[in-house]
């Protein structure tokens, strides 16, 4: 197939997590992270975070995740560990910050301004954000092409 065919992956809309209980979940992610509440349904619940949600849903099944996970960018990491471990997760060892929910879902939490995501100034608005990149994720947004 013709590369100029196929679509274009242009991101993450959304990240669903299986969770033993909505109520339990949402309390949970409260004590670590400040987030409004998009919608909920029956068995699960939205998280907002500006143009993308996660969605928790009610049913986990499997074992606690080893390397599956994902990465959540957050506006300032510096008290996420501290409150991850009053919460009741699991910090993993390593070079990053990684946690276990109570469900046993990674998460891996990076700081906004030290990755070459970037959100939109009028999500960041919307979301009553003034974020800024550090000079090695400018320049790696300034290598594809992207002025931060």
Known sequence: MDEKTKPHMVG?????????????????YARIFTFKLRGRGKGAAFIDMGDQFIALMEGRSQGPDDHRHFGLVVDDRSRVRELAKAAGATVL?????????PWGNRIQVVEYRDIQFTKTRAVLK????????????????RQKGVEP
């Open 93 to 101: 060892e390593g070079s990053s910050l990684d946690f276990l929910d």
């Open 126 to 141: 919307s979301m009553g954000l003034a974020l800024d990149k550090s000079e090695e994720a400018k320049a790696e947004l």
């Open 12 to 28: 993450v809309n959304h990240i669903a997590l299986e969770v033993g209980d909505i109520e339990e979940a949402l309390s949970f």
